[in-house]
């Protein structure tokens, strides 16, 4: 296995797990052939368990095996503590014989539970745990412990614990790296995992501390890999493009994965916001179309997003200003003034709409005609500057940066006095910068 051999990489999983809880079970009754059967029974639990409760598992044992043999059905805790018992004499024993039979009833007892007292998908987990602890260096243990998880976790569903789910991926991701399984048997282990844990995260902190824990084990070992993502949901996509949940998990699943630049992604993306379009949706659609730099795109989904409905002043304003930020890289300087204003009528504090409605403005000149008319954009976009440095501090600095810079550009004294104007007079400037301004000239 890839830098880490198959007993490490269990035994690391095993030491993440939390301790699992005790189970307090009644025993159910049982049949015995005769009144003494019964009492004997009777005497062989109480006798071991008096040894039991000391801790004194050699003594206990003798009675305990009588119980186990004579009267399997008579109680259910002389299973859990039968598991407590060899537990203990498998780690005190050598490598071995002795060590392998002692595992071997070990696995014995939690079948004999299941026998006679059901509850399979619980008791599956713990026996699919202890085999790992004991067999993990095995590859054909893993095996079948990870087949117990997924049986326990298909039983059990939401009542599943934590541990057998994360041992579930775990030793699931040691068979894929024995190439047993493939990567697309794992992803479907982790989404049936996911399944359970999305609705269980709200509830408490210790699952989301599983999904932490589940989806770090995923990415470390490089299986949420873009491209096995990619083999995986690629034959799904077109057959569920109208299934809203399941666009939802591929939205998620690939945002974990670091993937949201894949063009499964973005099919995913622009699926649902087809079925269930909304401003946030459109938003985020928006912001990931400008991070492919795919600016056509990026404008269409935020001119849906700015239309939206139930969307506060300062969200639609910063909108508008995306929106205008977009529209002025892709050359459009007319939609970028347009939206500029947009966005300073829904926050007239907003310093950098100011400042880039001085940029479009200066963007925009060459549409206005001569070279004086051009340069006269260069008094809107002062205004629009000052404006920025009046309202909004943080802003100022970027807006007298500017001011200083631009004030170059101003028409000269000459240019100003053939036009038959004088410093201080109003003066309108056309074109689609539509402002009204006041006459300066560069000293």
Not at 57 to 78: G, H, I, Q, V
Not at 291 to 311: C, H, P, Q, S
Not at 340 to 351: L, M, S, T, V
């Amino acid at each position: 296995m890839k830098g880490k051999t198959l007993n490490q990489f269990i035994l690391s999983a095993l030491l993440i797990l939390h301790m699992v809880p005790a189970i307090s079970q009644s025993g159910n009754g049982s049949d015995f052939a005769t009144r003494e059967d019964s009492i004997n029974c009777g005497k062989n639990l109480s006798a071991y368990r008096t040894f039991f409760n000391l801790k004194l598992y050699d003594d206990a044992f003798p009675t305990w095996l009588k119980a186990f043999n004579d009267c399997p059905a008579s109680s259910e805790r002389m299973y859990l503590d039968g598991v407590v018992m060899y537990r203990s004499f498998i780690e005190a024993a050598s490598d071995g014989p002795v060590r392998e039979g002692r595992i071997d009833t070990l696995m014995l007892i939690y079948d004999r539970r299941m026998e006679y007292f059901g509850d399979e998908g619980n008791v599956l987990g713990r026996k699919g745990r202890d085999l790992l602890n004991y067999r993990g260096g095995e590859i054909e243990e893993v095996q079948k412990a990870y087949e117990m998880f997924k049986r326990s976790i298909d039983l059990e569903g939401r009542e599943s614990q934590e541990a057998v789910m994360l041992l579930l991926i775990s030793s699931g991701i040691a068979l894929n790296k024995a190439q047993i399984i493939d990567d697309n048997q794992v992803i479907e282990d982790y989404l049936k995992v996911v399944e359970i844990l999305d609705p269980l995260e709200a509830r408490s902190s210790r699952w989301a501390r599983t999904r932490a824990t589940i989806d770090e084990v995923m990415l470390r070992e490089e299986i949420l890999s873009c491209d096995a993502l990619n083999r995986y949901y690629e034959p799904l996509l077109e057959q569920q493009r109208d299934d809203k949940a399941f666009l939802k998990k591929v939205i998620t699943l690939y945002d974990a994965a670091g993937c949201d630049n894949t063009e499964i992604y973005v099919s995913a993306s622009e699926n649902l916001f087809r079925i269930d379009p909304g401003p946030e949706s459109a938003h985020n659609l928006a912001m990931m179309f400008i991070t492919r730099n795919d600016l056509e795109r990026a404008i269409f989904y935020l001119k849906e997003a700015v239309l939206g409905e139930n969307i506060d002043s300062d969200t639609r304003a910063e909108w508008f200003f995306k929106l205008a930020l977009v529209s002025n890289a892709s050359n459009d300087y007319c939609a970028a003034i347009v939206y500029a204003r947009e966005a300073i009528a829904y926050n007239d504090q907003y310093g950098k709409a100011y400042i880039l409605l001085g940029d479009a403005f200066i963007a925009s000149r060459e549409s206005l005609g001569d070279d004086f008319q051009q340069r006269t954009a260069f008094w809107a976009a002062a205004d629009m500057y000052s404006k920025a440095g009046q309202v909004d501090p943080s802003s100022a600095e970027e807006a007298n940066q500017k001011l200083n810079d631009y004030a170059g550009q101003y028409p000269n004294n000459e240019d100003v006095f053939f036009r038959d104007i004088k410093e201080g007079d109003q003066y309108k400037v056309g074109g689609c910068i539509n402002e009204n301004t006041t006459v300066r000239s560069r000293k």
